[in-house]
């Protein structure tokens, strides 16, 4: 195929994507990637241009692109079995369930299967309301929890509501974003206002008696936001004083995704009544799951299904996906090649101190904010750098992801097996992407 054949098929795609889908569905760069085949961390446009991929899906992929052990067993059970729904026990969903009672932390043990980590969220809310007898649920600021109806009242973003309707019960607390302390205090000086705030929360905007509290360990959309050790042990002591129980969102963090462990709350020693997860799970395939303690799912006794949720054919992929993250010791990657990252990212931020206000993040899950002069104190988000930063990694053939409340986080979350040479590969290209920022050209 000629290059000019090439990117007419890329234009034709473009311009459809523009006429027959809706206009919510936003793509990233100028002139968006029509992206075509992919192989472990490399994927190719329609074009042929070959990418490094260090945003996985938003943290989908966690095994690389066509892991040929996932494709083994999807191939297999797609000759086997394709849909039947939850009113019918299958093997695959039941060999999941169990592996999900084995790895989550705690007393996690009954799993409910759903199809998106939106639906995970609701099914969670809606079963803190069912066991604590309580409605009103405390969601954080900066928090991302989905697109329905009520996990859009979730959501601590006012960018991704789509109308000004809000569920009843939602409160929201502070985020614990260090760097932009919504106290204006330093920690550990600050004495974890944000966490203790949340007892004047329950105090002064509930009736006293609430549902729980649903938040990620680390912050995915508002930007890869990590909190102090010490905040989640204060913040679920008070929920559970006032009745209430944790709803741990794993939806980006899970499956060994900020190293060492298999879930990014165990870094925190605090275990969660319920934990909802999705993404990472199945390396791609749609799929998400909600796990409670026997006592809290056992206390939900109301008629549910879910049609597409626990397909026996997006179980396979996941149990081959776990198999492989387990057997190989992915969470243990993450960890070597996220401080690999981490230490990159730390050498650009002394290099070009004025840009980069913020690195942080966990395992594979690394952030760096930009924004307008951070030597002159000035942290004004600058989302406009942070899409001339995507420009020139795009450019050199490395695909990133955004984020942050402003959008002027870069996020980058790549496959959980990615090697050091491709860690060194990736930081060379953000190399240059900010030496051409800096230079103008």
């Known amino acids: 195929m000629t290059n000019?054949?090439?990117?007419?098929?890329?234009?034709?795609?473009?311009?459809?994507?523009?006429?027959?889908?809706?206009?919510?569905?936003?793509?990233?760069?100028?002139?968006?990637?029509?992206?075509?085949?992919?192989d472990g961390l490399r994927l190719r446009d329609i074009d042929g241009k070959e990418y490094l991929d260090f945003f996985g899906g938003i943290l989908t992929v966690s095994i690389g692109q066509c892991h040929p052990e996932v494709t083994t067993a999807l191939k297999a059970q797609v000759d086997r079995l394709g849909h039947v729904s939850t009113l019918y026990p299958n093997v695959p969903i039941v060999e999941l369930a169990e592996r999900m009672a084995r790895i989550t932390p705690g007393k996690l043990s009954k799993s409910f299967f759903t199809a998106s980590g939106t639906e995970a969220d609701d099914t969670a809310v809606v079963l803190a309301?069912?066991?604590?007898g309580a409605q009103e649920i405390i969601a954080l600021r900066h928090g991302y929890s989905g697109r329905g109806v009520l996990s859009q009242a979730l959501c601590g973003h006012g960018t991704w509501r789509a109308t000004p309707t809000?569920?009843?019960?939602?409160?929201?607390?502070?985020?614990?974003?260090?760097?932009?302390?919504?106290?204006?205090?330093?920690?550990?000086?600050?004495?974890?206002?944000?966490?203790?705030?949340?007892?004047?929360?329950?105090?002064?905007?509930?009736?006293?008696r609430i549902a729980g509290i649903l938040a990620e360990p680390i912050?995915?959309?508002?930007?890869?936001?990590?909190?102090?050790?010490?905040?989640?042990?204060?913040?679920?002591?008070?929920?559970?004083?006032?009745?209430?129980?944790?709803?741990?969102?794993?939806?980006?963090?899970?499956?060994?995704?900020?190293?060492?462990k298999m879930?990014?709350?165990?870094?925190?020693?605090?275990?969660?009544?319920i934990m909802t997860m999705a993404k990472g799970i199945a390396n791609g395939m749609p799929l998400a799951a909600t796990v409670a303690t026997d006592e809290v799912a056992d206390s939900f006794q109301a008629l549910s299904i879910s049609t597409f949720g626990g397909n026996p054919m997006s179980c396979a992929a996941a149990n081959a996906t776990l198999e492989v993250i387990e057997r190989d010791d992915l969470p243990t990657n993450v960890e070597n090649q996220g401080a690999r990252l981490r230490a990159g990212f730390e050498a650009l931020q002394r290099k070009y101190p004025r840009k980069i206000g913020d690195v942080r993040g966990k395992g594979l899950m690394q952030a760096i904010e930009i924004v307008a002069n951070e030597e002159a104190g000035d942290r004004t988000p600058d989302p406009q750098s942070t899409l001339r930063l995507f420009e020139e990694t795009r450019k050199r053939g490395l695909l990133i992801g955004k984020g942050g409340l402003e959008g002027n986080v870069a996020r980058v979350a790549p496959p959980m097996n990615v090697t050091a040479d491709?860690?060194?590969?990736?930081?060379?290209?953000?190399?240059?992407?900010?030496a051409a920022m800096e230079s103008g050209s």
């Not at 098929?9 to 760069?29: G, Q």
């Not at 932009?180 to 009736?207: H, N």
């Open 129 to 132: 309301q069912v066991y604590t």
């Open 166 to 208: 809000q569920v009843a019960g939602v409160k929201h607390a502070v985020s614990p974003y260090c760097y932009r302390c919504p106290f204006g205090q330093t920690y550990p000086s600050c004495k974890m206002k944000c966490a203790t705030d949340v007892e004047e929360l329950i105090r002064t905007t509930t009736t006293g």
């Open 422 to 434: 491709e860690i060194d590969e990736a930081l060379k290209i953000f190399g240059e992407a900010f």
């Open 219 to 260: 912050q995915g959309v508002g930007g890869f936001v990590v909190p102090p050790p010490e905040y989640f042990e204060i913040v679920v002591d008070i929920v559970r004083k006032y009745g209430g129980v944790f709803i741990c969102d794993e939806v980006q963090t899970g499956f060994g995704r900020t190293g060492t």
């Open 4 to 38: 000019q054949k090439a990117a007419s098929r890329a234009e034709d795609v473009r311009a459809k994507h523009a006429k027959y889908l809706f206009p919510s569905v936003a793509n990233y760069y100028q002139e968006s990637v029509v992206l075509d085949e992919g």
């Open 263 to 273: 879930f990014g709350i165990e870094h925190w020693g605090v275990e969660p009544e």
